[in-house]
């Protein structure tokens, strides 16, 4: 069965995931892909823009998606990389996954955005890394579906469109944050920001260590030597008891 716009863009809400990932999601990514919906991008960019104030999470984590697919295809709406910049951050429902709802991925699908943001130039990598740093230590619990690695590979993205110069203080919102707490200890469990920025700073570390992909690709991160010192300066407060202290 084929689904004329408007179902689609509802289904794309739907509570329930075999509406919205079993045929929303999945058509009108193929029809963005196929050229189907090409006189209709600025309806569907509307509506997603619409998703992300929705009081529904499963409409506010789904709509990067959706966005993503629209500039893969040639989409180049600066208010659209606004509007995901403003919610991102703040977004506090990061859950991976609901037994009722499904798959949500707030992290990874705002990360799979942006990413596709500063491959295209619609933002600049400095952009789009200072809003993976502040997703790092937002709110929210702690990331359990590889969340960190989808936002590591964005970092990688925007790292490869980057010179040396314009990666300084990229950092600055974990770094904030380590100074925080630092002067204020939290009694019992450390806060999950702390989780989510240890594992995000390692994976991407990891991955400039090695050699980092982007789709069926390397990534050249020219000044990855760099990146990396400032992640061991980060990690290193976040668990002295493992690294030496660099700051």
Do not use: K
């Not at 002067?183 to 019992?188: A, E, Q, T, V, Y």
Request: hydrophobic share 45%; glycine share 8%.
């Amino acid at each position: 069965m084929v689904h004329d716009l408007r179902q689609l863009l509802d289904g794309l809400a739907s509570s329930d995931p075999a509406v919205r990932d079993g045929w929303a999601y999945a058509e009108l990514a193929e029809g963005i892909e196929s050229g189907r919906f090409d006189g209709q991008w600025p309806t569907i960019r509307a509506a997603a823009r619409d998703h992300l104030t929705s009081d529904a999470v499963q409409a506010r984590t789904f709509a990067p998606l959706i966005l993503a697919w629209l500039v893969d295809a040639g989409d180049r709406d600066r208010d659209a990389f606004t509007a995901v910049g403003a919610w991102y951050p703040a977004e506090s429902d990061t859950r991976g996954y609901d037994d009722r709802l499904g798959w949500l991925h707030a992290v990874a699908h705002g990360a799979d955005y942006l990413g596709e943001c500063a491959r295209s130039g619609i933002a600049t990598g400095a952009e789009v890394l200072n809003l993976l740093a502040q997703r790092m230590v937002g709110p929210g619990g702690a990331w359990r579906d590889q969340e960190d690695a989808r936002v590591a590979h964005a970092a990688v993205v925007a790292l490869s469109t980057c010179t040396a110069e314009e990666t300084a203080g990229w950092l600055g919102p974990v770094t904030s944050a380590c100074d925080a707490l630092e002067r204020s200890l939290p009694d019992g469990r450390p806060p999950a920001w702390l989780h989510n920025a240890y594992t995000t700073c390692t994976s991407l570390y990891v991955a400039l260590a090695e050699q980092p992909r982007d789709r069926d690709t390397d990534a050249q991160v020219d000044h990855a030597d760099v990146v990396r010192g400032a992640l061991v300066d980060v990690v290193s407060r976040m668990t002295p008891w493992l690294l030496v202290p660099r700051l």
